[in-house]
């Protein structure tokens, strides 16, 4: 990482503002080291607010799978058929983006598990944070509150989260001064992963660039 930042020209390092990325260590470290090598003033390092989605909505999937399985065991087979089938897309979906029979079935399904309905709500409360227009100051805030709400339930799910919340704070909340994220990155990532397994068999690197160019910009050129 350290080799590659350093070939980013003189001219291009002082355009830079933000640095976004994940939260593993060598990262963050590279990055520190780099932007105090250089004297680059006012550069911010970002952790990508997705990674940090992804984090705390998996500690809220484990607390999901772990009382499905219970409401399996204990509710009727009908009840459970009833209420319960399809909750883990019902879950995992953004509550705004239900329809009024999905969030009926949603409701009937939180009914059955108070834990998993507390630990919905704090994952709910959490995206919104980072929906709000909010100075770091003010997020990094919001953000310890919410921590603090979370400790005084007998919810554990979050554990493991807060102590990376905790340490990373700092990071996170400068996710709020530019609102920059690698959601871009990761899309082309993405698409770029899609477009190589489409291509199996292509012999020529060449090909393959121009099959990503295609896809990137064919549309708005030839369509």
């Avoid at 799978?65 to 209420?83: F, G, N, T, V, W």
């Avoid at 009926?104 to 944070?129: D, F, K």
């Avoid at 704070?169 to 397994?197: D, P, Q, T, W």
């Amino acid at each position: 990482m350290s080799a590659f930042l350093e070939t980013i020209p003189a001219r291009l390092r002082a355009t830079i503002h933000t640095f976004c990325t994940d939260m593993w260590e060598g990262y963050l470290t590279a990055i520190a080291e780099f932007i105090s090598r250089h004297k680059m003033e006012g550069t911010a390092i970002v952790v990508d607010r997705f990674h940090v989605a992804q984090h705390y909505r998996d500690d809220f999937d484990h607390l999901r799978k772990q009382e499905m399985r219970r409401l399996k065991q204990e509710l009727p087979a009908e009840r459970y058929a009833a209420d319960c089938t399809g909750a883990l897309w019902l879950l995992r979906r953004n509550h705004d983006d239900l329809d009024e029979e999905q969030q009926a079935q949603l409701r009937r399904i939180l009914a059955h598990s108070p834990q998993l309905h507390l630990a919905y709500s704090l994952r709910q409360e959490l995206t919104a944070i980072f929906e709000m227009k909010l100075s770091r100051k003010q997020a990094q805030t919001r953000l310890l509150k919410w921590i603090a709400k979370v400790e005084q339930t007998s919810l554990t799910c979050f554990d493991d989260f807060i102590k990376t919340l905790r340490h990373h704070l700092s990071y996170i909340a400068n996710y709020f001064i530019r609102r920059a994220s690698s959601g871009f990155v990761e899309g082309l990532n993405n698409k770029v992963k899609v477009i190589k397994r489409r291509c199996y068999g292509i012999k020529k690197v060449s090909t393959l660039f121009q099959r990503i160019w295609l896809d990137l910009e064919g549309y708005k050129r030839f369509v």
